[in-house]
């Protein structure tokens, strides 16, 4: 099989050395092959003090001795040289011939810096030449035919430390030495940018290829504003996943391997290795910029949190393999995204603070049970302390809560952290926009319930997520107590008048039937009305439903009991209290199981004990 050629810029490469040396040998003997090149040689020749001829002859010699193998190996020579590689001829000879050339070189800068008119040059004009050319076409041919063996992959799997073993028996070690040591004889020659040329464009169409099949292709700027939420999130995750591939295997392992193959001049490898990267990594990492960019959906910021953690966690390693001066713009650009991320990410927080201060809806929670803002928020609260770590480096201490606030917080060791202070801060909003939402009711009493029954949602809430590790077992307690007086004030409005309608039984209310059948008549009313009411209402914590009850009924019952046995005391017996015209519509067992009926939202009419059916 013809193997490919070099690169077409070869062709002209080479003529326009040649046309140097006509110059060079026929009217300007000052210049060198030297002086043409963008790299020159990174040794600093001291040309001797005083003209030697043993050693003149020593140099011309050394050309002599250059010229079987080098123009053995003239590609423009045969057809044969056109086809055949000679570091595939194996190690000894490519040996050879590079060192053939290095001796050439040094008896070159010999006698251009002692006797430039030395007709000698012109052959060793010819055979450098001669040489440069093989050499570009043996760089060309092992980087082009050893794709496979060079693979970003490969390299940053072989090399755990940076570094790759030239001494090891792997066919990327021998690879990689035989790449070095062609760049080292091609930039000593003065023909580094020539090298580097054919490095660049074989090694950038692989780091594009790679960056095509991890997609990197779908993250522009055109194609992303189009996208709706869904497709969006898909490419979002696709990135997350390449952004590891691509810094931890495919940017590390080029650049070690250009570091390795440029070992003798760091300024052209890292050059070299800009050249190469810039353009891919720049798109790839600006990324998370234009995302920033899109419409601050306060349910997005979830995803751009996962976002931020995966640009987050491959910063410390962009930071290593883009370390230059030269590749300043490409690590600039992965933090800048960084920053961008966390001030979209500050401005949904904010956003979801002010929605929830303008929520104006006008419609009570049906029987004063939890408020679907109330569901929503703390859903979100909730999900937000999931992201606490990521919160964390997000959320400064400069974020936007009312330093009035921040100031009562400086006893609380549990919201001390800027993490704990935001989230808290969002709950307090909630709880003042529950305040207002409870105005709504007319009845006092339900208002009440309103506020138990949102206020232990929340409460719950925090205990069973990672809330409570954020704000704290105190704050937990704090606000359980509040719980607490609220339900006490729902049932001192709500029963504390049914109960006041009920004499006591050494009161002189007891002591004639008429008293006492006005104390019932009283009852009844006050209790119905009570009941009817509130068969409506909801408490939909079972804990909390079933303390209210208990509460309610340590409260009713006892009286109701001493005010039934005085009326059966007055009567002679409960089955004279219809000959007695006493109106006993409840027993105290029956008040027990008309109180099991409350908070469970369903009216009067559908309870399983109705007073309609007394």
Request: glycine content about 6%; proline content about 4%; hydrophobic content about 35%.
């Amino acid at each position: 099989m013809i193997l490919s050629q070099p690169p077409k810029s070869n062709t002209s490469t080479t003529l326009m050395h040649l046309k140097q040396f006509f110059t060079f040998s026929h009217s300007s003997p000052s210049k060198t092959l030297h002086s043409s090149s963008s790299f020159p040689s990174s040794g600093h020749r001291t040309p001797p003090s005083t003209y030697d001829p043993s050693l003149s002859a020593a140099m011309e010699e050394t050309i002599v001795n250059a010229e079987p193998i080098i123009t053995k190996w003239d590609p423009d020579s045969s057809e044969f040289n056109r086809v055949t590689f000679l570091f595939r001829h194996g190690r000894a000879e490519s040996d050879e011939f590079l060192t053939s050339v290095n001796n050439l070189r040094r008896a070159m800068d010999f006698f251009i810096s002692e006797n430039s008119t030395s007709a000698v040059l012109i052959l060793a004009q010819k055979l450098m030449q001669a040489a440069m050319r093989r050499l570009e076409k043996e760089f060309y041919y092992i980087l082009s035919e050893n794709r496979q063996h060079l693979d970003p992959e490969s390299v940053s799997s072989r090399s755990s430390d940076g570094e790759i073993a030239g001494d090891s028996a792997t066919e990327l070690d021998r690879v990689a030495a035989e790449l070095r040591s062609i760049a080292d004889c091609m930039i000593g020659s003065g023909y580094g940018k020539e090298c580097v040329k054919i490095y660049k464009v074989i090694r950038k169409s692989i780091v594009d290829e790679t960056l095509y099949r991890l997609g990197t292709e779908r993250f522009k700027a055109s194609r992303i504003q189009r996208l709706n939420w869904e497709s969006l999130e898909t490419v979002i995750r696709s990135w997350m996943n390449s952004i590891k591939v691509a810094v931890n295997t495919l940017f590390r392992g080029e650049k070690i391997l250009c570091d390795h193959v440029f070992s003798k001049s760091g300024r052209i490898g890292k050059s070299c290795f800009w050249e190469i990267l810039k353009e891919g990594a720049i798109t790839l990492f600006k990324f998370p910029e234009l995302i920033a960019k899109g419409k601050k959906d306060s349910e997005k910021i979830f995803l751009l949190m996962e976002l931020y953690e995966a640009n987050s966690d491959v910063l410390p390693e962009i930071e290593v393999v883009f370390d230059s001066v030269s590749t300043e713009t490409i690590k600039a650009q992965a933090e800048a995204s960084l920053v961008k991320l966390a001030e979209a990410i500050r401005a949904i927080l904010s956003d979801f603070e002010s929605t929830i201060q303008k929520n104006s809806s006008k419609t009570p929670a049906p029987g004063g049970g939890i408020h679907p803002l109330t569901r929503s928020a703390m859903n979100y609260i909730s999900s937000l302390g999931d992201y606490g770590g990521i919160l964390s480096d997000i959320i400064t201490e400069n974020s936007p809560i009312p330093s009035s606030y921040t100031e009562t917080l400086a006893a609380d060791d549990a919201l001390s952290s800027p993490v704990a202070a935001q989230l808290g801060w969002l709950i307090l909003v909630l709880l003042c926009k529950l305040d207002t939402k409870a105005e709504l009711y007319r009845d006092v009493s339900l208002s009440y319930l309103f506020l138990a029954n949102n206020l232990n949602f929340i409460v719950r809430t925090v205990t069973a997520t990672n809330l409570k590790s954020l704000v704290g077992g105190e704050w937990v307690a704090n606000h359980a107590s509040k719980v607490k007086l609220y339900a006490s004030n729902y049932e001192a409005t709500a029963w504390n008048r049914v109960v006041g309608t009920l004499p006591e039984r050494s009161s002189p209310e007891m002591e004639s039937p008429e008293a006492a059948k006005e104390g019932l008549r009283k009852f009844n009313a006050a209790f119905e009305e009570a009941y009817r009411k509130q068969t409506s209402w909801r408490v939909e914590e079972g804990r909390l439903r079933d303390e209210l009850k208990m509460s309610i009924a340590k409260k009713l019952l006892p009286t109701y009991r001493q005010f039934y046995e005085g009326c059966i005391e007055i009567v002679g017996g409960e089955r004279d209290f219809s000959t007695k015209g006493f109106a006993v519509r409840f027993t105290p067992d029956d008040l027990g199981n008309y109180l099991s009926d409350l908070f469970h939202g369903v009216s009067s009419s559908g309870s399983s004990s109705s007073i309609g059916s007394v």
